[in-house]
Nanobody, 127 residues
Framework: QLALMESGGGLVRSGESLTLSCVTN????????IGWFRQAPGREREGVSSINFSSGTKKYPDSVKGRFTISRDNTKKTVYLRMDSLRPEDTGVYYCAANQKWGSIGATLDDRHYDYWGQGTPVTVST
């Protein structure tokens, strides 16, 4: 069984930065993909980044490209999401998720590909 735990959320002002962490427990190989998703009240869940543990392949949507950076520490089995130039529209609960199916393929922002989810960490960006 795989467990994921996010941390690092908080309240920041527009233009500031935050780094989220996703600690995984139960990953025994590098053939996994970790994704970061967010959900704001009244909006659908959106994938904001994804990384393949083995190849390092990354994927971002246009809405965060150039502002968000995903990285991994294979030794610690931890994934980070550095968020710069935050905007009020980045507000939401941020979740990390894992899937093994894409471990040998690449990275994916489709939440239907993910089987394991953390509890989420809230991020609020004020004006």
């Amino acid at each position: 069984q795989l467990a994921l735990m996010e941390s690092g959320g908080g309240l920041v002002r527009s233009g500031e930065s935050l780094t989220l962490s996703c600690v995984t427990n139960g990953i025994t190989s590098d053939y996994w993909v970790i994704g970061w998703f967010r959900q704001a009240p009244g909006r659908e869940r959106e994938g904001v980044s994804s990384i393949n543990f083995s190849s390092g392949t990354k994927k971002y949507p246009d809405s965060v490209k150039g502002r968000f950076t995903i990285s991994r520490d294979n030794t610690k089995k931890t994934v980070y999401l550095r968020m710069d130039s935050l905007r009020p529209e980045d507000t939401g609960v941020y979740y990390c998720a894992a899937n093994q199916k894409w471990g040998s393929i690449g990275a994916t922002l489709d939440d239907r590909h993910y089987d394991y989810w953390g509890q989420g960490t809230p991020v609020t960006v004020s004006t």
